[in-house]
């Protein structure tokens, strides 16, 4: 077995909870906490885990965690701890551990796109037809890479509040959607005027600059390998309007969408008739298909 799971869940308390071990576990284990609070040993040392925090723990580390109750003004002392688990084992999961040294607690956006890698786990671990080793296998290495992916992020973004980090993956997840400036700023729990400084002052982008640059982004990728039309790519991809998209989008290349269409289509192949038709060379103009 290169990479399969021991256990695999999700599991919320709200009555005290407590778990030991010394060492010579069966395999290794991740703790991603989603809601709620708990404290853990951390290299050696009791800390308080919340919302976002991920442990990861070899066999031979020794591993404590525990759920208490904690002060709430309105409702007294509560337990409320929320968490994604799972164990895993096998070669390719050792060699993935021995490849770099990774600390045991980090920091990420608990509504990741590496959140969504743990669900489809535990659906799969939990299929009424079997579990399918294979898939299983590959989902849970593309964990273990999403989980580095997010280290280097952290140790390339020294010094950027981990809220900025929020904000800034929030709108690379939704920014081709009607997001709005506000519905950001309730995400991190900020004031509008707060977010957009802080994220300015961290990013060096506007929420605005930084939103349009993957509009256009995924646009591009769009005009190049998809027949949409380019009013379906401008609607598509959060602009509103293909006049908007149109001097967005002239205003960074210098030239119009269909020209850069055009340009892409003409030199990649001549095989595929169906991209290059219905292309408009101003933003009055309504394409056909």
Request: with cysteine.
């Amino acid at each position: 077995m290169e990479a399969g799971l021991l256990m695999c869940g999700f599991s919320h308390h709200t009555q005290p909870f407590s778990n030991i071990y010394e060492s010579n576990r069966p395999g290794y284990l991740f703790r991603l906490q989603t809601e709620g609070r708990a404290t853990a040993l951390v290299n050696g040392e009791m800390r308080e885990i919340t919302g976002g925090d991920l442990l990861l723990y070899a066999p031979e580390d020794p591993y404590q965690l525990s759920i208490l109750p904690f002060d709430h003004p309105q409702r007294g002392r509560i337990i409320s701890s929320s968490d994604y688990y799972l164990a895993c084992h096998g070669s390719w999961i050792d060699d993935w551990w021995r490849r770099r040294k990774r600390p045991q607690l980090i920091r990420i956006d608990p509504e990741d796109r590496l959140l969504s890698l743990w669900r489809n786990l535990i659906l799969e671990r939990r299929g009424v037809g079997g579990e399918r080793p294979e898939l299983t296998d590959y989902m849970l290495r593309s964990l273990c890479l999403s989980i580095d992916r997010k280290i280097d992020e952290q140790s390339s973004q020294q010094g950027r509040p981990f809220i900025a980090s929020r904000m800034k993956a929030y709108i690379e997840e939704h920014a081709t959607s009607s997001m709005r400036i506000e519905d950001l700023a309730e995400h991190v729990q900020l004031s509008v005027s707060r977010a957009s400084h802080l994220f300015k002052e961290h990013v060096g982008k506007t929420i605005i600059e930084y939103a349009l640059e993957i509009r256009l982004s995924v646009a591009e990728e769009r005009m190049k390998y998809s027949s949409m039309t380019l009013e379906q790519i401008a609607e598509t991809c959060g602009f509103g309007s293909y006049s908007y998209f149109f001097r967005i989008f002239r205003r960074k290349h210098g030239i119009s969408p269909a020209e850069f269409r055009r340009s892409y289509t003409s030199g990649a192949s001549q095989s595929k008739p169906e991209i290059q038709a219905g292309i408009a060379d101003t933003p009055g103009r309504t394409e056909r298909e």
